[in-house]
Every structure is written in C-alpha cells, then in structure tokens.
C-alpha cells in the first residue's frame, strides 16, 4: 500500500486519576514496553506519543499524563483543552482511589466535551491486579452499572507490571474516539446543508426580520 493512502490522525487522550494509582506506569508500559518499582510523582503534566498502524491508517496518540495532585490544582481545564478521550485510572488495592473516580469523571465533564456538546470517551482501568482485586470483590460493585451510570465507554483491570490488558484498554478507546469522530463530521455536513434547506422552505432569517 501506497503512503498516500493511508489516513492519518492525531488524538489527544488524556490519563487522570488519583496519586500513585499507575498513570505514568500505564503510559511508560504502553510507549515503552517496561516497567519500573520505584515511585516517582509526577509534576504538572508529561508527554509521551504512540503511534498505531491500523490496517487503513496511522493514528497517533498523544498521551497527557497529569500528576494526581492536579485534581486540587486549577490547572485542569488548561490540560483538558481539545483532548479527544480520557482514561481515568483506579488502584483496585486502595479503595480510596475508586472512590475519586468519580470526582475526576466530573471534574473531566465539567471542563471539557466535544464540539456537538457530548462527553469525550472515558474508559475507566483497575489498575494493579497483579495485586488482588480487593476493591473489585469486596464492595460488590456492579462495575458494567457503575460505567453506565458515569459515562464509561468501557473497563479493564490492569496492570503496568504484568503488562495485562492495556493494548486492549487502548484499542477501546480508540475505537470509541473514531465512531464520535465521525458523528462529529456527519454534524457538520448536516450543519452546511440546513441554511439552504431552510431558504427553500421560504424560511425567515431573524436578523431580517428584526430591521
Ligand atoms: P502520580 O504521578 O503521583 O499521579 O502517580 P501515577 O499514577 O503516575 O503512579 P505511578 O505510575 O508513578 O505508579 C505508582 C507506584 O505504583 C509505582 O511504584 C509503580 O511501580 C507502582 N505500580 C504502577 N502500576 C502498577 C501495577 O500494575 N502493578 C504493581 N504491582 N505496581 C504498579
Ligand atoms: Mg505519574
């Protein structure tokens, strides 16, 4: 296949959660195939890139690790700006950071949704289950009810260390990123046809009508 057929896109996905759930660690396993013990926080925001070479074209993943301790900082909207999807990252050993799911579902909805007005793709990952799934199995959580009912598109339990589930993670949401994609340009093709439709239904403009 020639270069010039392939598609190319670029998405911005941010992965937020609470301090030390594995962000960075999820990010550094995925872009760089290792994994390390030690605990460093995160200051402000990294970067990293994936590139993905699907059968028809070459998606781009420009990740945003955001360091925990944002989630009480005001810079969140700053970071949030134009991303297309979100992992939102839980530690299944400390119930704690299940907890704040929740509040950075919010705080993602809150400042940020794509241009016809919808959320952004979130999927939500159980982080560390090479270490139990205490979280998952004590409180009885009904995790498919609990992604319906903030918005997940999808869950995974996972883990940086064993390398366990994060190609697929990624693949759902990309996959979730595309289909609002498209919805996005249909929108628009709708949005550049209605004047002409309305025009030749005689419709009124109301910036005339008002002179
Ligand atoms: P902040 O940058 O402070 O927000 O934390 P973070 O979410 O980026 O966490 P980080 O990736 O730095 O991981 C925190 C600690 O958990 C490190 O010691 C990691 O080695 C460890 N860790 C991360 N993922 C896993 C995992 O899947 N399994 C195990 N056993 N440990 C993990
Ligand atoms: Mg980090």
Not at 49 to 72: C, H, M, P, S, Y
Not at 126 to 137: E, I
Request: hydrophobic share 40%; aromatic share 8%.
């Amino acid at each position: 296949m020639q270069n010039h057929h392939l598609k190319e896109h670029l998405y911005k996905i941010l992965v937020i959660g609470d301090l030390g759930v594995g962000k960075t660690s999820i990010i550094k396993r995925y872009v760089h195939q290792n994994f390390s013990p030690n605990y460093r926080a995160t200051i402000g925001v990294d970067f990293a890139l994936k590139v993905l070479n699907l059968d028809q074209e070459t998606v781009r993943l420009q990740l945003w690790d955001i360091a925990g301790q944002e989630r009480f900082g005001n810079m969140t909207r700053v970071y949030y700006r134009e991303a297309m999807g979100a992992f939102i990252v839980f530690d299944v050993t400390r119930p704690s950071t299940f907890e704040a799911v929740t509040k950075w579902k919010e705080d993602l909805d809150a400042k940020l949704s794509l241009s016809n007005g919808k959320h952004v793709a979130a999927v939500l990952l159980a982080n560390k289950c090479d270490q139990g799934r205490d979280v998952l199995t004590n409180n009885g959580i009904k995790m498919e009810q609990f992604c319906q009912e903030n918005g997940f598109v999808g869950w995974f339990e996972t883990s940086a260390k064993e390398n366990i589930n994060i190609d697929e993670a990624a693949h759902c949401l990309v996959k979730h990123i595309i289909a609002n994609e498209n919805d996005l340009l249909q929108s628009e093709v709708a949005d550049t046809i209605s004047p002409q439709q309305e025009s030749s239904r005689g419709g009124t403009c109301s910036a005339c009508f008002r002179s």
